[in-house]
């Protein structure tokens, strides 16, 4: 199972929006409800943002709303705030008792 | 508190066998699926596989088929990550992971809590 392709890197000003993308095969993200965002900061465990392509977890706010068309999800981060600064993962499920993650994608606040 | 505490970092030569842990506390640890997910210094996510701590039921990625070994202690709420001879390559952060997944199914929607992870690190 190949990893999921994601730019290795994104950024933008305070308050500006970004959009992340996640591109997978007909196999995971192009058959899968379950399409999961993470960010991770250094020295920390990830955190989720988004689960089932499109629903928050409480205590995430709306600014970060999850999307997905065929086999490309995306992350779309409004209002960007200096401590959105860090690696966003997207994670795919592939198949039964699988998952498969992106490569990252590092975001910068200017 | 809902959590995950993993094991403490570890360093080994190459060759030599490991253990790590990871306890789960805070809810009923037999009804959740745990997954091991490896980060290499510097690299993104692997998924390793995943073990049900009812039955140790484990199923691993094909990439790490063979080169780990899952078990699982419900009594202790723990599960494990074990080594039989570390080589160099795994030096990596090793994270456990509690996973939604459909009962009938087997399909993993996403990691809802996440351990602190164990660093370990093979070197001579």
């Known amino acids: 199972q190949s990893a999921l392709t994601q730019p290795r890197s994104v950024s933008g000003s305070p308050g500006q929006s970004v959009t992340i993308s996640c591109t997978g095969t007909?196999?995971?993200?192009?058959?899968?409800?379950?399409v999961s965002w993470y960010k991770q900061v250094p020295g920390r465990a990830p955190q989720l943002l988004i689960h089932?392509?499109?629903r928050r977890p409480s205590g995430v706010p709306d600014r970060f709303a999850g999307s997905k068309s065929g086999n490309t999800a995306s992350l779309a981060i409004s209002g960007l705030q200096t401590d959105d600064e860090g690696d966003y993962y997207c994670c795919s499920s592939a198949g039964s008792f699988a998952l498969v993650f992106g490569g990252g994608t590092k975001l910068t606040v200017l | 508190e809902v959590q995950l505490v993993q094991s403490g970092a570890g360093v080994k030569e190459p060759g030599e066998s490991l253990k790590i842990s990871c306890k789960g506390s805070?809810?009923?640890?037999?009804?959740?699926?745990i997954g091991w997910v490896r980060q290499m210094p510097g690299k993104g996510l692997e998924w390793m596989g995943m073990i049900h701590p009812i039955d140790s039921d484990a199923r691993y990625s094909p990439s790490f088929q063979g080169q780990v070994t899952m078990s699982a202690d419900n009594s202790i709420s723990t599960v494990y990550l074990h080594w039989s001879s570390l080589k160099a390559s795994d030096s990596a952060m090793y994270y456990c992971a509690r996973l939604d997944v459909g009962v009938s199914t087997g399909t993993i929607d996403y990691v809802d809590l996440w351990g602190q992870g164990t660093l370990v690190t093979v070197s001579s």
């Open positions: 089932d392509v499109t």
């Open positions: 805070g809810y009923s640890f037999i009804s959740y699926w």
């Open positions: 007909s196999s995971d993200v192009g058959a899968s409800d379950y």
